[in-house]
C-alpha cells in the first residue's frame, strides 16, 4: 500500500512540475506598452497590456485596437523596471513571451508570461521638454 501512494505522488509531483515549468509555445508580440499593474488581494501579480495597433474595419465600420494581455514573473525585476521605462516613453516594443499550458493563482492572470523587452528606438532626452524623445 505504501508503495502505491508513493507512486501516485510521485506521478502527481511529475504533473505539477510539467504544468507549472512547461510552456506550450514562445515568440514575440510588437506594440506600445500601455499598462504595468501589481494587482490582487492575495497572491499579488504583475499584469501589462500591450497595444498592438489598430486592425481592419470592423462590421461598424471603426477601426480596432488590438490588445495583448500578458503577466510577469514578480522575480525578475529588471524586466519590470525596462517595462516601466518603455511604457512611459510610449515606444514601440517587441516583447517575448512563453505561453504556459495552464496558470496559478500566484503566477499570473494570463498564459503569457513576458520573458524579454526589445525597444525599437534609442531613447533621448529633449532639453527642453525633459521628456524621453525617440531618434529617428
Do not use: C, H
Request: aromatic content about 12%; glycine content about 12%.
Amino acid at each position: 500500500m505504501k508503495k502505491v501512494i508513493a507512486i501516485v505522488v510521485v506521478i502527481l509531483l511529475a504533473v505539477f512540475t510539467f504544468f507549472y515549468f512547461g510552456s506550450y509555445s514562445s515568440g514575440t508580440q510588437a506594440g506600445v506598452v500601455m499598462k504595468i499593474s501589481n494587482k490582487g488581494m492575495i497572491f499579488k501579480t504583475w499584469e501589462g497590456r500591450l497595444d498592438m495597433g489598430t486592425v481592419g474595419k470592423s462590421q461598424s465600420s471603426a477601426l480596432g485596437t488590438k490588445i495583448f494581455e500578458f503577466s510577469i514573473d514578480g522575480g525578475n525585476e529588471e524586466l519590470i523596471k525596462k517595462l516601466e521605462e518603455v511604457q512611459l516613453s510610449g515606444q514601440r516594443v517587441n516583447l517575448g513571451f512563453k505561453q504556459k499550458y495552464m496558470i496559478f493563482p500566484w503566477q499570473g492572470d494570463t498564459k503569457y508570461f513576458a520573458t524579454s523587452v526589445q525597444s525599437s528606438g534609442v531613447i533621448k532626452e529633449e532639453k527642453k521638454t525633459g521628456l524621453p524623445q525617440l531618434d529617428e
